[in-house]
């Protein structure tokens, strides 16, 4: 049998869950990891999540395809760092943000590269948070089409097919500004929420009374730093704006109460209430 | 066999999940159920939330336990309106804000009432949304146990141990900064989030690309605007003194972006990430 050769670099929730979703889904893949992190490497083999790790330049530039599962910035490092691919090679990043990505990708690649963001994660970070349902039924964000090669756009379309995602297209740019109002930026209030709570004179006694609520809204504050310094950083001026936006809102409601208008902040809150509508 | 007359004003989510839990856990309770809402009153019926349903306030007014799982201002309202209870009643109120309930409560009737708020449930409400375990194993605040009857705070002890609550004492201005901070003003977060997506230009392709993250911080945005607008009321200087507290931490957030102090932000959403050593 010719199975085709996937090679995953980043082998934690995103890149671990990926091998899983893959092997689930099909025998027609060999996917061969990549973790510069030894330990991850010796994990994701116990886990499963691979066929083998390899730490062979030349095997992994030679794949049919090769994921990208790490931070941001090392996702820019990594492709550019490449000497060449195969002709048939496909470039896959999973990275939360795109056009800096997509920017700066070397023209030698760059008809190599697809751009894309899955719209699934957790808190958890490393091999042992994979699990093989991550992907199911999400939304994938392809990116910039236009700039990667007809084969290379078919390709990472039938991969995440096959782990049933749902591919929606857009440009790089109107991703960034979306992905800061509904993902970025609610990290940045996440973790301010677990700020403001730790600062305070006996947060023990705080946490004691945490609901749902609570758990929901303060999990992502568990996100990896180092993941959202990278993404923080490209992304500096969409998620800027959109705090700016959660600001003033934030404020109508402070204004509201401090002027006790009751009946206008019900209808602040009521308004509120339409996004479950949407969602 | 001689049942206790257990009284539910209040068939929503806290009433009707109250009658679910306390009718699993014994058969030593008559569950009576009251709303101003005739239909929840029916539906309350239909989904066995209780054994009966009167609109008699005399009848009410004899039961060995009153629960008031209704608004907070109506929770004051509709005490102070019994005219007398019988001399062994225990009224219990699942309140959000304890101290202007605590200290709103006529004399006459002080000692028959025990202050509580279990720190549980949904965005949801109805009675369709009530389940018999959203108390299981949650916290209970007691609180101003002092101003309470001998009987009533055992009476309130019991019943709560009973549907396996986890219980703890505080005074009422305590609870009420401490709620303020791991639940009002997330709530005001939540709020704010969703409006701040809202009134983007396109709220719907934003909203696409929705993962777990958004999900949860904007589920409690769900929540009742009836029953917040009360919350914010009794409880506005903590709400604001707590939402003040979050302003700085996210502009310290946005200061180190904006001034591009990667170490800086790494460190400030590592010290968040100790939440949940806690937590």
Request: net charge negative; aromatic share 6%; hydrophobic share 40%.
């Amino acid at each position: 049998m010719n199975q085709k050769r996937v090679a995953i670099i980043g082998l934690g929730l995103m890149g671990g869950s990926l091998g899983l979703a893959i092997k689930k889904a099909s025998n027609d893949y060999y996917i061969i990891g990549f973790d510069h992190n030894k330990t991850h490497q010796k994990e994701a083999l116990e886990y499963g999540l691979v066929d083998e790790c390899s730490d062979d330049n030349e095997r992994i530039t030679q794949c049919d395809i090769i994921f990208l599962a790490i931070p941001v910035d090392a996702i820019i490092q990594t492709v550019n760092a490449f000497g060449s691919v195969a002709p048939h090679t496909t470039i896959i990043d999973l990275g939360s943000t795109k056009h800096k990505i997509s920017t700066s990708i070397k023209a030698s690649l760059r008809t190599h590269f697809v751009a894309a963001h899955p719209m699934a994660g957790t808190e958890k970070c490393g091999p042992s948070a994979a699990f093989d349902t991550l992907y199911n039924d999400k939304v994938l964000v392809l990116c910039d089409l236009d700039k990667s090669g007809e084969h290379q756009v078919q390709v990472a379309r039938e991969i995440f097919t096959l782990i049933n995602m749902k591919i929606v297209e857009m440009d790089s740019h109107h991703h960034d500004r979306r992905a800061a109002y509904i993902s970025h930026m609610p990290h940045a209030l996440s973790y301010a929420l677990a700020n403001t709570v730790l600062n305070q004179e006996d947060p023990k006694s705080i946490l004691t009374l945490a609901g749902g609520g609570f758990r929901d809204m303060s999990r992502i504050a568990k996100s990896s730093p180092t993941m959202w310094e990278d993404i923080f950083r490209q992304n500096k001026e969409n998620v800027l704006s959109s705090i700016q936006c959660f600001n003033k809102e934030l404020h109508k409601c402070e204004a509201l109460i401090q002027e006790e208008d009751w009946d206008g902040l019900n209808s602040w809150m009521t308004k509120a209430n339409a996004l479950h509508q949407i969602l």
